[in-house]
């Protein structure tokens, strides 16, 4: 019985560790001394701008990175 606890709480302690683990951090756009309001703005600019000229969605990405480093913006 003891066995049995001990067995179902280090199952339970590992789940929790890993668990933990994989959903601590989340990359994103960032630069020194600019809020998350202001990137959330350079990131719209950049999806309209690469809509506005035409680009087929399967490039959008590459063309939104571009932009967003060009504006100092590092994805950390």
Request: some cysteine; aromatic content about 6%.
């Amino acid at each position: 019985m003891v066995k049995t606890v001990i067995s179902i709480a280090t199952i339970i302690s590992l789940s929790l560790s890993v668990t933990g683990c994989l959903g601590g951090y989340q990359a994103s756009w960032q630069q020194q001394g600019v809020s998350h309001h202001d990137t959330n703005s350079n990131i719209s600019e950049c999806k309209y701008q690469a809509a506005l000229h035409g680009i087929p969605a399967n490039q959008q990405q590459e063309l939104i990175t571009n932009c967003m480093q060009s504006k100092g913006f590092r994805y950390q």
